[in-house]
């Protein structure tokens, strides 16, 4: 059932957007000349609890959807990285928070039909605030420590939007 590429062309390449038109021909010979793929390099996120039973979230503002949004603790993975490696390193980054015990909970597509890439999805709980922040210079991250009761009531009143967060945050608390 696999599709064979015909042909393959960039329209744009920059650090964080890569897209490409292939020309496909589907298993029943029909072919899609116009099949929009996007390439992103994969993604981690984080539920990270403290030992006192906090969930580590971050605050920041989402420019396309013009949002202050609440989330994990994500980001890429670097080349050559492991995805555990990678989100230990943006947990620390991006909140100050390492250590504890971690394990890989998920993987996920955000949109397999048109993007390349998967999401790993990690819990690490019995974290401790270990430094300060070191964040990127377009970052503007805020720190926000959240309840369990408070994290199941954001998920109830549909306050938290990135679905790759939703997922594993909706399996934590259905299997926790």
Not at 120 to 132: D, K, M, R, S, Y
């Amino acid at each position: 059932m696999r599709w064979k590429t015909l042909k393959s062309q960039y329209i744009i390449r920059r650090p964080w957007l890569t897209a490409r038109r292939d020309v496909v021909q589907l298993p029943n010979g029909e072919i899609n000349d116009e099949f929009y793929v996007l390439e992103y390099p994969d993604w981690v996120n984080v539920i990270a609890i403290t030992a006192d039973g906090h969930f580590v979230f971050v605050r920041q503002y989402r420019y396309a959807l013009d949002l202050d949004s609440v989330e994990l603790c994500a980001g890429v993975i670097e080349p050559n990285e492991s995805p555990e490696d990678g989100a230990r390193r943006e947990l620390l980054e991006e909140t100050g928070y390492g250590g504890g015990q971690w394990q890989e909970f998920m993987t996920i597509g955000q949109n397999p039909s048109t993007c390349n890439n998967l999401t790993h999805c990690f819990i690490a709980t019995g974290v401790t605030l270990l430094q300060e922040q070191h964040l990127d210079r377009t970052e503007d991250i805020e720190v926000v420590l959240l309840t369990r009761e408070q994290v199941l009531e954001m998920l109830k009143s549909d306050t938290l939007k990135q679905a790759l967060m939703l997922a594993p945050l909706w399996r934590y608390f259905a299997t926790r």
